[in-house]
C-alpha cells in the first residue's frame, strides 16, 4: 500500500517505531533548528501525498520498459540539508533503478535516514544491502548525483569529472502576478514564501509585478503568516538584512516580518526579503526568464504551478529539470 493512502501515518507503522519517529522529530529539531515540528510534519505530508500509489504507477509507467538496469552500479547521492528530507526523492530513484544507493547524508538531515531505512528493511530485507548511509568521506561510487550551492557544485564537477553525474546548484522559485490575484490567491503565495522558512529550491524569492501594482497588496494578503518572526533564527536573519539596507541606504519597504526590496538583476534573495521586479509585457518577461532558467527552479502563477503548490511537487518533478530516472537507468 502506497504512503498516501493512510490517512493516518501511525497507522503505516508500529508501535514502537512511531515513538521512534516521533524522538526523531524531537532530536532532528535540536540539532538544526530550522527543521521545526511544523516544517517535518510538513516535509513527510508532501512525500505520502507524492508516493500515493496511482502516482508512483503513472511516475514510472515512462520507464517501466527500460527495466531493470543492465548492471548495479554504486551511486553515491550527496544530500543536501535545507529542508527535511530533501535528498529522499533521489535515493529512492536510485533503488528503484536497482542499483545501490551510498547516501552521503548532510550533517544537518541526518537523523531521518537510518529510521527510513530501518523501515525498508523491516518490509523487504533485501534493501539491506541496497541503502548505505554515509557521515563521512564518500568512497567507492561509480556515479553520483549531488546537491549543494553554487561554490559547491564547482569542487563538484571537478571531483566527479571521471564519473557519470548530475550536479545540481542554487536555484528559486519566482511567481509572476498578473494584478487581479485574490486576497486568497497572495495568502498562498506567503506559503511559497515562508515555508521551510524560504530555505527550498522551490520557495519563492522574487515577484515579478505588472507596472503599477500596489506593493501594499502583498503585506495584506501574506499577514497570517507573520509568526515567522518569532523563529529565532529568521528574526535574526531579517533583522541583519534591515540593518544591512539601512547603513547602505537601500530604499526598501517592512512590515516588520518580511522586507520588499526592488531589484531588477538578482533572482535569490536573501532570508527575510523578497525581491521585486516590475514588468511591462508579460511575454517578454517570460523570454527574459527563459533566458535564466538555470538560475530558476521553478515558476509559480496562474498559468504555471499554483500559488500555494510550490512545495507541493509530484514523482515527475525532477530538480533542475533534468530527469534523474533515465540517467540512472542509462549508467
Known sequence: MALGERKDAQDFVSQTQWE??????????????????????????GLGNMLEENKAVEWLSKYVQKFPATE??????????????????DMMCVLISGHKALCKMSSDDN???????EQLV?????WEDKICLIDEKLEGHEAVIATGSNN???YFEYYFKEVPHIIRKNRNAV???DGNESKEEIFNLGEDIFQFFGLGCRNVSKVFLPEGFELNRIYEGIFEHGEVIHH???????????AVYLLSTFPFLDNNFLLLKEDDEAIVSPLGVLFYQFYRDEQELRKLLEGREEEIQCII?????PFGKAQCPELWDYADGVDTMEFLIGL
Open 232 to 242: 529565532n533564527k529568521w528574526c535574526n536573519n531579517y533583522e541583519y538584512n534591515k
Open 111 to 117: 537523523v531521518f535516514y537510518p529510521l527510513i531505512k
Open 72 to 89: 548495479e552500479k554504486k551511486v553515491g547521492v550527496i544530500m543536501a540539508g535545507n529542508i527535511p528530507l530533501v535528498g529522499f526523492h
Open 152 to 154: 559547491t557544485a564547482r
Open 20 to 45: 521512534k519517529w516521533n524522538l526523531a522529530k524531537e532530536h532532528a529539531q535540536v540539532y538544526n533548528q530550522w527543521f521545526t515540528q511544523q516544517n517535518i510534519d510538513l516535509a513527510f505530508k
Open 122 to 126: 523491516s518490509w523487504n530485507n533485501e
Open 175 to 177: 511567481a509572476i502576478l
Open 301 to 305: 502563477s496562474k498559468k504555471d504551478i
